[in-house]
Every structure is written in structure tokens, then in C-alpha cells.
């Protein structure tokens, strides 16, 4: 079962379409709840009461699912645990798409890959990783509301300390895959077969043409996020226009923006913070100079 994890604003979406064009696999949109439903069950709700660990995350209603059915499909488990009951979940999205495997694509989860793991030991993680100048200019144009953008430096710290992290982690997991999004963008059909050979996934060129019906996969978004927990109410056709270039074919004209987008302090503030993970992945340490073009 693929999970595609990664820091936000990494191309994981993109990824998720490709894999649910396939016949045999059906991704859902976000699902946010996993670690806590995992918590829950194993501290011993009911089913009742698991169910509104799921229900009570903003992007339920994404998922266009009725908690009853979830209900009432657990009660037919023979073992009420986290693994049969995650299972239960994803089963019953994979079979309103008429497909028979299932996946999932919540970003956030690349800090849960070994409590994900216990819980269901088929899972298997790919783990999307952008040149973190890009995500930081892609996480400023989404900054709603009066709240600042977040300081280069201080992403820089936070995109190095949560890759380092699912690294180490990464390692401690049975199966864990890292890709990189630029990878995926220039060299898209030999990756997208590396990645599914990954998940014993059959082969099939639709992954490539993907984005003929990524509008009718992304408009279950189609909805405004609720504000909660201090986050702002995110409007349906801001998430939507968030995501417009995944109804496109791989553009790398998405690549290194930050080149002629981020500034030479902001530049230079990411570098000091976080060169070396970006070195180390391969990705041009630039400078405040060379942004600008000088």
C-alpha cells in the first residue's frame, strides 16, 4: 500500500494523480486522522468513538463518506484493531471507484511512517522531496489572511530538520523510497516505473497521461476548509488554484523559481540554514548573486 508522504508543497499531489490513473488503484484526497485513529483504537474506543477522530479533522468532508457506513462496516471486523479498521476505510473509497488496491497521500504522515507501519506492515512510503527554496516560495503564496510569510531562514530550518528526520526514520521502515520532485518532472515514465516496481504495481502508460482527469480527481476538494485549531478558513477555488498545474502535463518550467523569484537575502538566509541538506541532495546551493542573475 503506497503512502505519499513529504514536506508540503513537495509534488505529492501530482504523484497521487499519476497513481490513482492506474485501474488498480484508487488514492484518496487528504485524510489527516490516521496517527490519531491509530491512538484512539489502541487506547480502546468503540467504533462510535474512533469514527469521531476522523469526522472531527477539517478535511472530512473531502472524503465524501458517511461516517455511519464506516460504522457499520467495522462492526462486521472480526478484530476491531488499527490495522483491519484503516484497511475497512480505504477499502470502502477504492470500491466507490470501482478498483481493487488503495493508497494514501497526506504529506504530513512522513512524521508517522513507524506508528504507521506498526499498524499496517504492507505499507510502503514515498517519500517526495523538493529543493526547499521552491516550497518556500510556493508556502508564501498560499499564506492567507494577516499572518506574515514565515522568514527564509526559519522554513530553510524547518524543510532541513523534517527531511533529516524521515530520513533517519526512513531507515527504520521496511520499505521507504525518496524521490525527488524535479526527478519526477524530467524523468517521469522511468520513474514512475521505478516507483512501480516499489508497490508491485502493474505497469500502465495512463500514470503518464494523468492530468486528462486530474480536474474531476482534484474537484472532490472543490469545497471551502473550514477555519479551525487557529487556521483560517481556506477558500474551495484557492485549493483548487493551488493545485491548477497538476490538470497539465509535467511542466519543468515549475523547477527553480526561486532563481528569479526569491530574493538575494532570502536566498542567501535558506543557503546558511540549509545548504548542506541541499547539497547533499543534490540541488545547486545558490547565492544572493546568482538569483538575481549577477
Known amino acids: 500500500m503506497p503512502f505519499i508522504v513529504g514536506v508540503g508543497r513537495s509534488g505529492t ?3 497521487r494523480l499519476m497513481l490513482d490513473a492506474h485501474p488498480d488503484l484508487a488514492i484518496p484526497p487528504e485524510t489527516h486522522f490516521v496517527p490519531e485513529l491509530i491512538d484512539a483504537i489502541e487506547a480502546g474506543a468503540t467504533p462510535e468513538q474512533a469514527v469521531e ?3 472531527a479533522v477539517r478535511q472530512w468532508g473531502d472524503l465524501d ?14 478484530e476491531f484493531a488499527p490495522g483491519p479498521a484503516l484497511r475497512s476505510f480505504y477499502e470502502m473509497y ?3 471507484q470501482g478498483k481493487p488496491r488503495y493508497g494514501e497521500k497526506t504529506p504530513a504522515y512522513v512524521k508517522n511512517m513507524i506508528k504507521i507501519e506498526a499498524a499496517m506492515p504492507e505499507a510502503r512510503f514515498i517519500h517526495v522531496i523538493r529543493d526547499g527554496r521552491d516550497v518556500a516560495l510556493s508556502r508564501w503564496k498560499r499564506t492567507l489572511g494577516d499572518k506574515d510569510p514565515a522568514p527564509a531562514g526559519q ?5 532541513q530538520r523534517r527531511i533529516r528526520r524521515a530520513q533517519r526514520h526512513g531507515r527504520k521502515v521496511s520499505h521507504y523510497l525518496e524521490l525527488r520532485y ?18 508491485e504495481l502493474p505497469w500502465d502508460p495512463v500514470m503518464l497521461r494523468y492530468y486528462e482527469h486530474a480536474a474531476e ?4 476538494m472543490a469545497r471551502d476548509l473550514p477555519a479551525t485549531d487557529g487556521k483560517p478558513t481556506r477558500p474551495g477555488e484557492e485549493r483548487m488554484q493551488a493545485h491548477a498545474m497538476t490538470q497539465k502535463p509535467p511542466d519543468p518550467s515549475a523547477m527553480y523559481r526561486w532563481k528569479e523569484k526569491m530574493s538575494p537575502e532570502d536566498v542567501a538566509a535558506f543557503d546558511a540554514a540549509a ?4 547539497s547533499d541532495l543534490g540541488y545547486e546551493v545558490g547565492t544572493g548573486t546568482a538569483a538575481t542573475g549577477a
Open 275 to 278: 545548504g548542506e541538506l541541499l
Open 217 to 220: 480527481r482534484m474537484a472532490e
Open 53 to 55: 477522530t476522523m469526522t
Open 13 to 15: 499531489t501530482m504523484l
Open 155 to 159: 522554513v530553510a530550518e524547518t524543510w
Open 65 to 78: 463518506t458517511d461516517p455511519a457506513d464506516v460504522v457499520a462496516r467495522w462492526k462486521q471486523l472480526d
Open 94 to 96: 477504492a470500491e466507490r
Open 182 to 199: 524535479e526527478d519526477l518532472v524530467t524523468d517521469t515514465e522511468p520513474n514512475l516505473h521505478r516507483i512501480a516496481d516499489f508497490l
